[in-house]
T-cell receptor, first 116, second 114 residues
Framework: DTGVSQNPRHKITKRGQNVTFRCDPI?????LYWYRQTLGQGPEFLTY????????KSRLLSDRFSAERPKGSFSTLEIQRTEQGDSAMYLC??????????????FGSGTRLTVV | AQSVTQPDIHITVSEGASLELRCNYS??????LFWYVQSPGQGLQLLLK??????LVQGIKGFEAEFKRSQSSFNLRKPSVHWSDAAEYFC????????????FGTGTQLKVEL
């Protein structure tokens, strides 16, 4: 169990640029989640995948945001035309429901995005 | 839709003192309940979880939590706090069958005085 890996750890970008984050979940986990956390707040759900299928998207996920998990392994989250309001920590988590309902998430360390 | 309230934004305790962090949830049935801890600049680590059965659950690092249906609460406790417990603590609720999607509270920042 190597944990959930997120890259990059930090990203500073200029307003209007596109950014892409990567998440590598625990290998046997078939569910992968993206959350966003702004300063002083708890994480907010963005989207999740079961294998390669994106099963739910939050209304927080505007059309500038897109997430993929092409082979059911790693996932990418892209933000187009970044805005200052996109500055946040983007957290990825994975889990395996097949292990039973009482198996919690494992979170990655997150990608801190700063839009200047 | 479910929601979580953590009424205490900041709590300061002395090392060795007992700790209780409050969490109230709103959900129509019995939810899945979680406590996570987050150190600065890090992801979240699961402390403990409740799904069903015994309403007093034990977690890692000496933490425990009690589910009280009548009060819609899931408070986190520790008998004796260590300086390394200083962090931010999040309560979360999940809907059974809801794809394991979680709704988090706004967190409680714990400071430990030596």
């Amino acid at each position: 169990d190597t944990g959930v890996s997120q890259n990059p750890r930090h990203k500073i970008t200029k307003r209007g640029q596109n950014v892409t984050f990567r998440c590598d979940p625990i290998s046997e986990h078939n569910r992968l989640y993206w959350y966003r956390q702004t300063l002083g707040q708890g994480p907010e759900f963005l989207t999740y995948f079961q294998n390669e299928a994106q099963l739910e998207k939050s209304r927080l996920l505007s059309d500038r945001f897109s997430a993929e998990r092409p082979k059911g392994s790693f996932s990418t989250l892209e933000i187009q035309r970044t805005e200052q309001g996109d500055s946040a920590m983007y957290l990825c988590a994975s889990t395996s429901p097949s292990r039973g309902a009482n198996y919690g998430y494992t979170f990655g360390s997150g990608t801190r995005l700063t839009v200047v | 839709a479910q929601s979580v309230t953590q009424p205490d934004i900041h709590i300061t305790v002395s090392e060795g003192a007992s700790l209780e962090l409050r969490c109230n949830y709103s959900y129509g049935a019995t939810p899945y309940l979680f406590w996570y801890v987050q150190s600065p600049g890090q992801g979240l680590q699961l402390l403990l979880k409740y799904f069903s059965g015994d309403t007093l659950v034990q977690g890692i690092k000496g933490f425990e939590a009690e589910f009280k249906r009548s009060q819609s609460s899931f408070n986190l406790r520790k008998p004796s706090v260590h300086w390394s417990d200083a962090a931010e603590y999040f309560c979360a609720v999940g809907a059974p069958g809801g794809g394991n999607k979680l709704t988090f509270g706004t967190g409680t920042q714990l400071k430990v005085e030596l």
